[in-house]
C-alpha cells in the first residue's frame, strides 16, 4: 500500500513533434518521492507518457493507496491542461481523493489552479518540506495553517494562502534520486542532477520562479555516490550531469574531474553537460577531457548580440563562438541550441542563426520558438502589448 500518488501529466501541446520527445524521467516528481520516502511516506509514481490514464487505471492506483488518498499532481504551464483533466478523472472515482498541484505553473499561477474544483492544495516553490508537512497533516486528519508554508487552498469558497517562506532548501538534506522507482527498460537512467538554480536570469527562462536564481550544488562525495551506483550498479555508459549550469564554479568542477579519474569512472563512462560559452576556459575543459568529458551543449541562442541584451544572456555572440571552437578543438562533441521568435527579431536575425550553426560546425542544433510562460520577463513583456 501506498500513501500517495505522484502524478506526471502528459504534455499534449506537442502534436506532431510529440515522436521526435523521447520519454524522459520526471525528475521533479521522482525526487519528491525520494525525499518523502527518507521521511517515512511512500509514493507511487505514475507517468502518463507510459501509462493510459482512465478509470480504470485510476481506481486500480487508488486502490492500492492508503486512505486518505493523497494524489499530487506536478504541472507546468504546456501540460496544466491535462493535470486538471487527471484531478477530475480521480475526483469521479474517489471524491473524498485530496489533490495537491505543485510545480512552475502551480507556483506562477496559483489563483488559476484552485479555481479548478477539482485541486484541493497548491504547493508553491520547492516543495519537499512544504509537501512533507502537509502529508503529515493530512493524514492526521487535522491543518494546522500556521505550520504550513506557500500553500494555498480555498476556505469557506474563498482562496487564501498560508505565509511566504522564502527559506531556500538545503539540497544536501535530499537524498540520493531513487533511480530504483523507475524501470530501466523503460527510460534512460543515465543522468545526474548534481545543482539547482542558476544565477543569471535570462527573460524566456521560467525555472527561476522555483529556484530564484539561488545557485547551490551538492557535495562532491555526494556526487560520487551516485555516480557509483549509475555506473556500477546501473551500468550505464554514459551520464549526462543535468544541472542548469554545470560549470558555475570552476574550482568544483575540477575537483569533481579529479574525483572521477581517482575512483576510475572515467574508464568505465563518458559524461556530457549543458553549460553557458562564457565560463568555459582551456584548463577547464582539459580537465574535463581527461575525466572523459565529451559532450557539451551550450545554449547560444540567437547570433545576435543585440538580442543577447534583449533576453538579458549576460554573455556575447562572440563568447560562445569561442567556447565552440575551443570545445571542438579539444574533442567534444557540441550541440547548440537555439531559440527563434524573441520580440523584435526580424528574419535576418533567423537566418544569421542558422548560418551560424553551420560556420561553427556544432554536432547536433536544435531551433526552437521562444514561448513567454507565465513567471518569465518574456510574459510580462507580451501581456503589455495585448
Known sequence: M???????????????????????????????????????????????????????????????????????????????????????????????????????????????????????????????????????????????????????????????????????????????????????????????????????DCIFCSQRVITRRVYRYTDSERVMEELDYIINKLKQPNVTFFDDYFTGDKKRVMELCSMIQERGFHKKASFGVQTRGDSIDKELMSAMRAANFDSLMFGIETAVDNLMELINKKETVQDNIDAVKLAKEMGFTVEATFIYCFPTETFDDRFKALALALEIEVDRARFNNATPYPGTEMYDMVKEKL
Open 2 to 200: 501506498f500513501d500517495l500518488l505522484l502524478i506526471s501529466p502528459k504534455n499534449t501541446q506537442l502534436g506532431r513533434f510529440k515522436r521526435f520527445v523521447p520519454v524522459s524521467v520526471p525528475i521533479g516528481i521522482g525526487i519528491l518521492a525520494g525525499f518523502l520516502r527518507k521521511h517515512g511516506f511512500l509514493a507511487r509514481i505514475l507517468d502518463t507518457d507510459l501509462v493510459d490514464i482512465n478509470p480504470s487505471t485510476i481506481e486500480a492506483e487508488l486502490n492500492q493507496c492508503k486512505k486518505p488518498c493523497i494524489v499530487g499532481i506536478s504541472v507546468m504551464t504546456a501540460n496544466v491542461a491535462n493535470g486538471y483533466k487527471i484531478a477530475s478523472l480521480v475526483k469521479s472515482v474517489d471524491k473524498d481523493a485530496v489533490i495537491i498541484f505543485g510545480g512552475i505553473h502551480a507556483t506562477v499561477m496559483p489563483d488559476e489552479v484552485l479555481q479548478n474544483e477539482n485541486v484541493d492544495f497548491v504547493v508553491k516553490g520547492e516543495a519537499e518540506h512544504t509537501l512533507l508537512e502537509l502529508i503529515r497533516q493530512i493524514k492526521s486528519g487535522k491543518i494546522e495553517q500556521d505550520k504550513l508554508g506557500n500553500i494555498g487552498f480555498r476556505e469557506n469558497g474563498k482562496i487564501v494562502y498560508t505565509k511566504t517562506s522564502s527559506k531556500m532548501l538545503e539540497i544536501n538534506g535530499v537524498p540520493m534520486f531513487p533511480y530504483d522507482m523507475f524501470d530501466p527498460s523503460k527510460y534512460n537512467l543515465g543522468f545526474i542532477l548534481t545543482s539547482r538554480g542558476c544565477p543569471f
